[in-house]
């Protein structure tokens, strides 16, 4: 009499767009029990917190419609692997035993500790809990009352250029270059975008303080500031490094270009949390669908005992929204470098809304049908530094 087949325990840790990705298309083997493990009941549609801030939309999904049958949803957060004991030590006090893990534990907002009152009195758009806190303030704000977003990356221009249009007074303070992923030509639409939305835009400038009631920019300039919203880079969970793994100056697991990191073949990393020879992709949406699918294949490859697969996922750009009504779809090399040809106005509005519909639309497609995701492939690997 023979016993039952071994049965493979994966837990992906993180239940956002890579986590889910990763997840479903676990099922494409049935002796594989998954188990993901998530500190909220509910899957954070993280591309709409800028709407869900200014009260424009909704940015939460029940798992229920993106998870597929015999997916576990355990709602806890890791605060440690012990690789040793191939166990997931939770804050609840439990522990989960694994064959391998998926570290999709994702990024978050970064109010750096270095700038004088920003941790104190600035707010971050990057997660739901911070999202509600803004909100609930935006609330209670007069709406004449100067707002202020810092950072001229993607989210920042979102973020400004939806409260502009629900009437709020806001001024967006660019590090740098406004939208530096850009191509000139998309910047300049972007720019025109956010000043016909009533956004003041200063570049080039850099706040050294932040205050009740203003904020304080790099030379002695002082900005009334009723609100401030930090939305200058992003963070990742120190997860990693508490468990004795290797990661990158920024924290992120470091991995092989198959995902796996570099200290122990039962952890794969995916989204933005995963550093591939300390080349990281760009932190996005765009990625963490076909990371996730990839730190799959990889578990799966590794349990049928073949050699997984390298990463080969080409981008091709990326979009912004200036509002409900208009936006810009920038087109870009298959390395993420920008090219100077852009789609515009209530166009680029319209291909930015099914972009984010997509993002949700293709986890459940997943869900139904494992193996379903298409993306784009080949050409020379895109990496974070390409749209710096």
């Given amino acids: 009499m023979t016993g039952l087949p071994a049965r493979h325990k994966v837990v992906v840790l993180g239940g956002g767009y890579a986590g889910t990705f990763a997840a479903n298309h676990l099922r494409l083997r049935g002796d594989v ?39 576990r949803l355990v709602v806890d957060s890791a605060a440690c692997i012990d690789t040793a004991a191939r166990t997931v030590r939770l804050e609840s006090g439990r522990a989960l035993d694994y064959d391998y893990v998926i570290y999709a534990v994702g990024s978050r907002g970064a109010i750096p500790s270095s700038v004088p009152g920003a941790a104190e009195f600035a707010f971050d758009v990057s997660e739901l809990e911070s999202a509600r806190r803004l909100r609930a303030r935006l609330g209670e704000l007069p709406l004449d009352a100067p707002v202020t977003v810092v950072g001229g990356g993607l989210t920042g221009i979102e973020t400004a250029a939806e409260l502009a249009e629900r009437g709020r007074s806001v001024t967006l303070v660019c590090g740098g270059t406004l939208a530096p992923s850009f191509s000139e030509p998309g910047r300049r639409h972007v720019a025109k975008g956010l000043s016909r939305q009533g956004v003041a835009v200063i570049e080039d400038a850099v706040v050294s303080e932040v205050r009740p009631g203003e904020v304080v920019l790099a030379g002695g300039g002082v900005r009334a500031s009723g609100l401030t919203i930090w939305a200058a880079g992003f963070g990742v969970p120190e997860l990693a490094a508490a468990s004795g793994l290797r990661t990158d100056g920024l924290g992120r697991l470091l991995t092989d270009e198959t995902l796996t990191s570099v200290d122990d073949d039962r952890v794969v990393a995916a989204g933005d949390a995963a550093s591939p020879s300390g080349r990281p992709l760009r932190m996005s949406c765009y990625a963490a669908g076909p990371l996730g699918a990839q730190a799959a294949d990889t578990v799966l490859s590794r349990i049928a005992g073949t050699e997984p697969a390298v990463i080969d996922l080409a981008f091709s750009g990326a979009c912004v929204s200036i509002g409900r009504r208009v936006g810009v779809r920038q087109f870009a090399r298959k390395d993420d470098t920008a090219v100077n040809v852009y789609v515009g106005g209530r166009v680029g509005a319209a291909i930015k809304e099914v972009t984010c519909k997509l993002a949700v639309s293709r986890i459940r497609r997943e869900a139904r049908k494992p193996g379903a995701l298409f993306y784009v492939k080949g050409g020379p690997r895109p990496v974070e530094a390409a749209s710096a």
């Fill in 33 to 71: 029990d998954i188990t993901l493990v998530n500190a909220r009941p509910e899957f954070v549609d993280r591309v709409r917190l800028h709407q869900f801030v200014a009260g424009t939309g909704e940015a939460t999904v029940d798992y229920g419609t993106l998870l597929g049958e015999g997916v």
